[in-house]
């Protein structure tokens, strides 16, 4: 199999993934992408969607990973948040 046959093999197959995961089991799971709750952007499949659509394999991939890591992080910070009782931007739900 050549590189490139192998690299958009690779493509099509995370996004049939992504879209069976969108279909199936995103909507079952009980809770939102992180990422998107706190930046208010795109949701990591969405995003990684869009990253396979427009790159090449490899650097998709680097992306993605880097963006679940992101999403890691955002999903402390609103823990963290929850928890507190407070809002991210202005203190207008602390508890009185």
Do not use: W
């Not at 197959?13 to 069976?20: C, G, H, L, R, T």
């Not at 679940?68 to 402390?76: E, K, L, S, T, W």
């Not at 963290?80 to 809002?87: F, H, L, V």
């Amino acid at each position: 199999m050549e590189a490139t046959s192998f690299e958009a093999a690779g493509r099509q197959i995370a996004i049939s993934s992504i879209d069976a995961y969108k279909t199936y089991i995103s909507p079952r799971k009980g809770f939102s992408c992180a990422h998107r709750m706190l930046h208010q952007g795109d949701s990591c499949s969405d995003y990684v969607k869009r990253m396979f659509s427009t790159e090449n394999f490899m650097p998709a991939l680097q992306m993605s990973r880097q963006r679940f890591r992101d999403c890691a992080g955002a999903a402390q910070i609103l823990k963290a948040t929850k928890a507190t009782g407070g809002c991210i931007i202005i203190p207008c739900c602390l508890p009185i």
